[in-house]
């Protein structure tokens, strides 16, 4: 999978090119990272990127021509022809709102195109004539779409082939499970006592239904606690039996 960013801070994505599983997997070759900066492609002696919004009000706006320009370069150096039809997309709080779905859909992709605006925004001429979709990491003001689109492309990354030590895809699919379905349960390691805490005894028991029984009901106990929204999903598709919901009405109470 090939990346490319169009942001004003192209150092800002050395953070996922360089560290943690993002940073392996970008030098295993998993994944490629390409930081382009639209002041590299202005022509004035200032090197202009913005100017200030028609019909006023605070702030400036991004110029979409050297948006424009970085994206045709990036389009010759990635090949606009046979499968390399990565989409442009916009970091924006007005875009769909970010989520497991669209993160197994990048990880799947040959790439994309990450347009970070700054100020208050990009022109909508550029939006309009370039842009195939717009993202949002949720509702929220950030001063830019560049760690928008860092935490972007590490949730994809992390789902690609390879890219976890954990070989096989069993992080993946309680990652999977834990978003589509309820909150993660708790985790605990040594030590067995720990500032006058113990790690819950049925984790030390052994019994491997007890435990997977425990960690269930904890996951119930949280998402009901913290994302009601989340455990109504889940039981309109089925995925709280009979023992869960007597849990839960057992939480009531
Ligand atoms: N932005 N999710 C960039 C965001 C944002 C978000 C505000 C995008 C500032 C210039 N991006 N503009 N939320 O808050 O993606």
Known sequence: MRIDVISLF???FGVVRDSGVTGRAHNQGIWALHAWNPRDFTHDIHRTVDDRPYGGGPGMVMLAEPLKQTLQTIRTQRGTTSVDNA???LLSPVGKRFDQSLAARLANSAGAIFV???YEGVD???????VDEQWS???FVLSGGEIAALAMIDAAVRLMPGALNHG???LQDSFQDSISGLLDSPHYTRPELLWDQPVPPVLLSGNHASI???RREQSLALTSKN?????EHARHLGLLTKSDEKFLDSLKT
Do not use: E, H, K, N
Not at 124 to 130: A, E, K, M, S, T
Not at 227 to 231: A, C, N, T, V
């Open 10 to 12: 192209p150092d800002m």
């Open 87 to 89: 989409p442009v997309i």
């Open 116 to 118: 970070c605006g700054r």
């Open 124 to 130: 909508q001429r550029f939006i309009d004539g370039y």
């Open 137 to 139: 990491l949720g509702d």
């Open 168 to 170: 096989d895809s069993s």
């Open 212 to 214: 997977a029984r425990w």
């Open 227 to 231: 994302r009601p929204d989340l455990l």
